[in-house]
């Protein structure tokens, strides 16, 4: 029987901290990331009516409100001795503050201390004991460097231990992690998890070769080219520090409140919106020789610096990538690696204007202000994926969208080769293409680009 990746799914039922157990339990199996070391084994996870309490105590609590201020805050179950100096090892950034007396842990002690810490920098502890249950032993001051796991950046994040940690970030929007490994998220109802990462798809990946050739090809034209000295630059790099550019414009665009709409054209598709055309009418436009190509001499500059470092340390046959990059950060890269993204709160910014920002994949900033034209005639659904190519789909109406998300709907029916990301006020960001035979969209949660 011929499968149709079109049909529509029987309605889908809403999840629930217990759903979020189930997944848990099942990612929980999988092999510890690269990040950890040969010697760590993720914690053993208590039984499954402690997870119970354990989430839906943090469900209740991301419903609540403290003085009339919402919380986020983030838990981890583990012991305090985990972080004891002398054995941390790769845990020794961290530091604790435990308690004299352990608290309860329950609703109440949660929003009581949810305003006294930071949601970047430091970490509820919990324990669990047969005797005693789940108990609140104190605070976990990670320090705000986990984040770049997240927001993109070359800096390398504090590591957590492989212990279960939850981050609430908003009215029932949980994230489940093992250690800075996102495993699912429950966020309006739905559970998503890595499986989804429209990031790391064939599609997506196909997409950003096409930046990795143009600024390959602009890399070996540079005149001060020397193929005696230079080191050779792995074309995953480029590829690389472009995702965590863009990882960066998504993550300032969420945090932002206002929302926003970023649209990426194909490079020979930036001559139509230079002139009038019947899809996008853009107010602002740059010129060429301003930021529109900033990115572009950023990422060249950055390469060519990256080659010649690397050609002095280990010569000219050398494939020079992303750790060297990091690893030079110490040695004049990281004036340049701050101006990227920089650069990237800067494009992020411009979407707090009516109407889209404009890029191409050459990589080039074309103008902001973008207001898509021509009536929406598209039909009333679209594809909601199940899976990073969008093989599985559930058809959704578009009647529960605002007028951002249906004008990228409408654009990517008419310009198949576009890409949109659109970023809601609640912060929900969603991905939007042509694929196959109608639009779809991709659920964008940072889970993408962990």
Known sequence: MNWNPNKRSPAM????????????????????????????K???????????????TCYQVSQLKEESRGLRFRIMLCEPEVFNRETAGLHRDLFTLSFSEVRPYNQYEILKLGPAIDFNNSIVGIRWTAEEGLQIW?????????????HGGSKQPTPLPPALGLNVTGPGRITACRGLDILAQLTGGNI??????????????????RVQTRLASLHAGNPLYNPDEWARIDP?????????????????VRRSGHGGTIISLPADMEEMVARDNPYISLKYRFAEEGPRSQLKNLLLEIMQN??????????????????????MQREGFSELDEQIFKFARFVARLTGVDGAVITTEG???????GIIQGPFEMGGEVARALDPEGKRTRIEKIEGVGTRHRSVYALCSKLHDILGIVASQDAEVR???WNGSMVTCWDVIPIDFS
């Not at 993720?42 to 839906?56: Q, R």
């Not at 890595?194 to 950003?208: A, C, E, G, L």
């Not at 995953?236 to 300032?252: G, M, P, R």
């Not at 340390?313 to 050398?318: D, K, L, S, T």
């Open 306 to 327: 990256l080659a010649i470092e690397c050609g002095k340390q280990h010569g000219p046959a050398y494939m020079a990538g992303w750790k060297d990059y990091v690893a």
């Open 431 to 433: 991905a939007v293409n």
């Open 363 to 369: 990589p080039e900033l074309i103008g902001f202000g």
């Open 138 to 150: 104190g605070f976990i001051h990670s320090g705000s460097r986990w984040t770049h796991a997240i």
């Open 13 to 40: 039922l809403h999840k629930y901290p217990k759903d979020l157990v189930e997944k848990i339990v099942q990612l929980w199996k999988m092999p510890l990331s690269s990040r950890f070391g040969r010697n760590f």
């Open 236 to 252: 995953n790099f480029i590829v690389t520090l472009y995702l965590e550019f863009f990882k960066h414009v998504i993550s300032t």
């Open 42 to 56: 993720a914690h053993v996870l208590p039984d499954i009516k402690v997870l119970e309490e354990l989430i839906s």
């Open 192 to 209: 998503i998890s890595p499986s989804v990462n429209v990031f790391k798809s064939h599609w997506m990946t196909r997409r950003f070769a």
